[in-house]
């Protein structure tokens, strides 16, 4: 049985008395009654309803503000306004405010279940559109790749879309962004999967040491070569070859990679031979291969040849929420790799790393919580097992900081209530919760006319 919420709101305590207990009779139906509309936006914020009946005419915020309120913060929530038949004109208003409906009283308990039915199935529908969605969502996210930021939904559809088609990849992101988990599940995700997954980094080699572990090389091609030797596109065979940071390539072997990326045939170094190789190539850069192009450090007609389909990850320091994340599940990795039972990390040491900039990003802050798991002696990560020159940074940043005093935080709030309601005290006073004296005090204590 599925539960929900309903709040009831009325000045009428008698109203509120008897919508309840008309429909706490419905199993799965949590009621609350409010009086006023600011206590129940109060409680709303707390703990938000799936359903609202409210009164459209009541002293302080009215039925068609709180309305308006509800449905800004959460659309999902239904509201059906309770009026007489002197108030219908501004009961149809409500509606193409986003009310659900609207009933009259005197109320007939009936006719108001059968509204109130029609209304929280619709609710479940959403619920259950929600529910797909998670699940489609949690079904398109490659494994061990963690982020609910929009950015990484981005690149999590992206890959979804990608992985089933054998077309060439270019992966762009600075280090330490997971360039290569990208390319890991891309193989996943394509009938390739069952064959090799080889990858090489094209960093700090030479053309020769290049061409001989991408190409191999027959025997007797070089001085020591005594045996013919495949090279990893043909291991790769059937599979999938990612060549990571290819912008370190030197440009002369960039020049039989394109031939390589036309032909999908090879010729062993010392070889004449061609041997026709079906592979899905994934390439990856940290710096911008357009750029590169353009100031011809790059070949273009390479460039454009790998870059048939980009994905771009975002450096972690623009994806702040997902620290939280990751940081959990860093916690998890190392407490089983070091066999502790680290329970969590403290709020400091959470807000120092999310004031941190990575320039290393996702590969440092596991770093950095793999070093806090392995020498904390507690069962929570504390400032003092983070590196020192973090905890300097982040006091530093702190201290710099210009922070608004209390007053001023409370005379904002003030303005912005009063602007609100449009300079009405009572209704002000009722949001504010407090007499309607002491707003007077303070405005008059603020200069707020």
Known sequence: MDHFRIGVVDDEEIVGREVRRGLIKEDGWDVEVFHDGGSALARFDQAPFDLILCDLRMEGVSGLELLKAVRSSHPNCEV???????????????????????????????????????????????????????????QNRPAKMIGNSRAMLDVFHMIGKVAPLDCTVLIEGESGTGKEMVARALHQRNPRNRYPFISFNCGGFTEELIANELFGHEKGAFTGAVDAKIGLLEAAHRGTIFLDEISEMPMSMQIKLLRFVEERALIRVGGVNALPIDVRLVAASNRDLKAMAEKRTFRRDLYYRLNVVKITLPPLRTRTDDIPLLVQHFLGKYNRAFSKKIQGISTESLDILMHYPFPGNVRELENLIERAV?????????????????RELSMSSFEVQSWPSLEDRE???????????????????????????????????????
């Open 80 to 138: 059906i306004i309770i009026t007489g038949y002197s108030s219908v004109d501004s009961a149809i208003q409500a509606i193409r405010a986003g009310a659900f409906h609207y009933v009259t009283k005197p109320l007939k308990m009936a006719e108001l279940k059968l509204l109130v039915r029609r209304a929280l199935d619709k609710v479940q529908l959403v619920r259950e559109k929600d529910a797909l969605q998670a699940e489609l969502f949690s």
């Open 374 to 390: 392995a020498l904390t002696e507690g069962s929570v990560i504390l400032p003092a097992d983070l590196p020192s020159d973090l």
């Open 411 to 449: 005379k904002q709030y003030i303005q912005q209530v009063l602007t609100k309601t449009e300079g009405r005290k009572s209704q002000a006073a009722t949001i504010l919760k407090i007499p309607r004296t002491t707003l007077w005090r303070k405005m008059k204590q603020y200069g707020i006319s």
